[in-house]
């Protein structure tokens, strides 16, 4: 017995799944609307970004080197090279931060677009 698809099945198939796909957006998106209709729907709103807010938050101020400032933390290794005249190049500039113990709003950039969220 061999399990064979033939094109059509295919076809069928992927029409199949792209309909249902397209049914779950549209209730999805009614029970929305649904939602935001009924009384009491901005403090559903508003709750949920509090809980946002308190599940964020630590995850934003965590520690993200486990072993920073300890004599076993292997990010303390670096190598480094610098050529002719150029500003000397090492990988304790990128990991520098880890190893003093900054979490993930204190990196460089990373810190910037994690100051958008909310906590």
């Keep these: ?3 064979r698809t033939t094109s059509a099945s295919r076809a ?3 029409t199949a799944l792209a309909l249902s796909a397209a049914g779950a957006a549209l209730a999805a ?3 929305a609307a649904q939602a935001s209709q009924l009384p009491g729907a901005d403090d559903v709103v508003g ?3 509090q809980g946002l807010e308190s599940g964020i938050a630590p995850v934003k101020h965590l520690q993200l080197d486990p072993l920073a400032r300890t004599t076993v933390d292997p ?3 670096g190598v480094g090279t610098q050529i002719a005249d150029f500003k000397p190049v090492g990988t304790q500039t ?3 931060p ?3 113990g900054d979490s993930l709003s204190q990196l460089p950039l990373v810190g910037e677009v994690t100051n958008l ?3």
């Design 1 to 3: 017995m061999s399990f």
């Design 98 to 100: 880890l190893t003093d």
């Design 12 to 14: 069928l198939l992927r």
């Design 29 to 31: 998106g009614a029970g």
């Design 47 to 49: 709750g949920t970004i």
């Design 117 to 119: 969220l909310p906590g």
């Design 94 to 96: 990128v990991t520098g």
């Design 75 to 77: 990010l303390t290794n």
